[in-house]
């Protein structure tokens, strides 16, 4: 089974709430990666746990935080939302680090902030 | 920064056409070239890769890598109606990270 799982569907949220979104897999993959994607631009990475190390992208270090309890499970935590946070948020999982490796994706998570 | 540009940005074929999305990247260093294909509501899934120069076929479907031209492409024999979706292409330089373009919308009429 390759599926990576997403919950919720879709998440509404008030501008300054905190959003907590959810990931699973059980293909025991080492590395579980969070994408936002907004209409008409590329999915850009956030960032990335392999296994309990988190890295996360730069240009988003401070607007957004994860956390992975175990292998299976990986959250992203926005503290307070904003308007720009409105996207679509998926998820991801590999195993090991090689780039010949196959990312198996969730189906996303569709955030709206008002 | 590492870039991705796809094009063209949408593209109607009709059934049975021979579809051709195209994809080039600014990293010359970029060792690992996916195409994820998204159907609508479901999860980006990959559809196919390569690793060196050249080109690899999968029934309907065939990409190219020209690293010296920084390009890559896929291409699809026979286009069916179930081929429409967003096609995104991708490069991994090997840091564990995947470098996607915007996407192609490729619809395939009856």
């Known amino acids: 089974d390759t599926t990576v799982k997403q919950n919720p569907r879709y998440k509404l949220a008030r501008v300054g709430k905190p959003v907590n979104l959810i990931c699973s897999q059980t293909?025991?993959?080492?590395?579980m990666y969070w994408y936002q994607k907004k209409p008409n631009q590329a999915p850009k990475l956030l960032l990335f746990?392999?296994?309990?190390?988190?890295?996360r992208e730069a240009d988003t270090f401070e607007k957004f935080q994860s956390s992975r309890p175990n292998n299976s499970f990986c959250s992203l935590y926005i503290g307070s939302a904003g308007l720009e946070y409105s996207a679509m948020y998926l998820c991801?999982?590999?195993?090991?680090?090689?780039?010949?490796?196959?990312?198996?994706f969730g189906p996303g998570t569709r955030l709206l902030v008002l | 920064q590492q870039n991705v540009q796809q094009s063209p940005e949408s593209l109607i074929v009709p059934e049975g056409a021979r579809t051709s999305l195209n994809c080039t990247f600014s990293?010359?260093?970029?060792?690992y070239f996916w195409w994820y294909r998204q159907h609508s509501g479901k999860a980006p899934k990959a559809l196919m890769?390569?690793?060196?120069?050249g080109e690899k076929e999968e029934g309907r479907f065939t990409i190219h890598l020209n690293k010296a031209s920084l390009h890559f492409s896929l291409h699809i024999r026979d286009s069916q109606p179930s081929d429409s979706a967003l096609y995104l292409c991708?490069?991994?330089?090997?840091?564990?990270?995947?470098?996607f373009g915007k996407g192609t919308v490729l619809l395939v009429s009856p």
């Open positions: 991801a999982s590999r195993t090991g680090t090689g780039g010949a490796d196959t990312q198996y």
């Open positions: 293909m025991n993959h080492d590395t």
């Open positions: 746990y392999y296994d309990k190390i988190l890295n």
């Open positions: 990293d010359s260093a970029s060792q």
């Open positions: 890769s390569i690793f060196s120069n």
């Open positions: 991708a490069n991994d330089s090997g840091y564990n990270k995947l470098t």
